[in-house]
């Protein structure tokens, strides 16, 4: 048997389903109305690990019954179904960009000793490139897609330094972490993420937000991927826009590559 807020909380499910599987545990028990632990409790109840362990099983639930939305078999089809999702995630992140925290966090890595990126998975992807991006401005940057060693690197950040966390879903335990430990050693700490009520949030110095709802099923990685790189591309224009030398150095480090190339 359940506890009242158990059995507040399954129903809420129940109900919501097809929301259910797009939140994170803070979404979740904002809107059901209980805390946190209420969920990850009725989760182990029902003999799942955690929250996201139920948030899969729930997702193939509602797959299964889900069989009016089938997506093309050709691929004219397909094609069309991805460009239009792409031109979607582009519009619906430009409405959430906000000038003044690019503004912010652009000062912040202008003047930076080192920039720390974490992120796992996709989104460590997209750190690297990010990373990458900020070399070839002369700022120092490394990406981290190994927990551990991203604990270790932010331990040792000089004063000023910077450390950008990306989650699409604003829960993944080690960049949560990584951004409380940048934060308890009082750095500039800064979180890419889909979701404003979200564990990261909590340790951000800024917040910015992209746009995407991906199914905890699906191997479809786009709307996370345009997302984060667009919102990262207008740090980049903020960025250069705040160092005079930027097209010197650009050109030094395109230079430095050029025997790579036929």
Do not use: W
């Not at 599987?21 to 632990?37: N, R």
């Amino acid at each position: 048997s359940l506890s009242p807020s158990r059995r507040q909380v399954a129903d809420h499910v129940l109900r919501e389903a097809d929301s259910v599987i797009h939140q994170t545990i803070t979404e979740l028990a904002a809107s059901a109305g209980v805390g946190e632990a209420t969920i990850t409790r009725l989760c182990r109840k029902l003999d799942f690990a955690g929250f996201h362990a139920f948030k899969i099983a729930l997702a193939a639930d509602v797959a299964g019954r889900d069989t009016a939305a089938e997506r093309p078999t050709s691929l004219e089809g397909q094609t069309a179904r991805l460009v239009q999702r792409a031109a979607l995630t582009l519009e619906d992140t430009g409405r959430l960009i906000s000038p003044e925290a690019i503004e912010a966090v652009a000062e912040q890595l202008a003047r930076a000793p080192r920039v720390d990126l974490t992120g796992q998975g996709n989104s460590g992807m997209v750190a690297q490139l990010f990373a990458h991006r900020l070399l070839r401005l002369g700022i120092t940057a490394q990406a981290f897609t190994d927990p551990h060693v991203a604990a270790v690197s932010i331990s040792t950040l000089p004063r000023g330094g910077v450390v950008i966390g990306l989650t699409s879903s604003g829960s993944t335990i080690d960049t949560v972490q990584h951004l409380r430990l940048a934060q308890s050693q009082g750095h500039y700490t800064v979180a890419l993420t889909h979701h404003a009520a979200s564990p990261v949030t909590r340790y951000a110095s800024r917040v910015l937000f992209t746009s995407g709802q991906e199914e905890p099923l699906s191997d479809a990685v786009m709307d996370t991927l345009i997302s984060q790189t667009l919102v990262l591309e207008l740090l980049y224009a903020a960025l250069i826009a705040r160092r005079p030398e930027a097209a010197a150095t650009l050109r030094l480090t395109a230079e430095s590559v050029g025997e790579k190339k036929y």
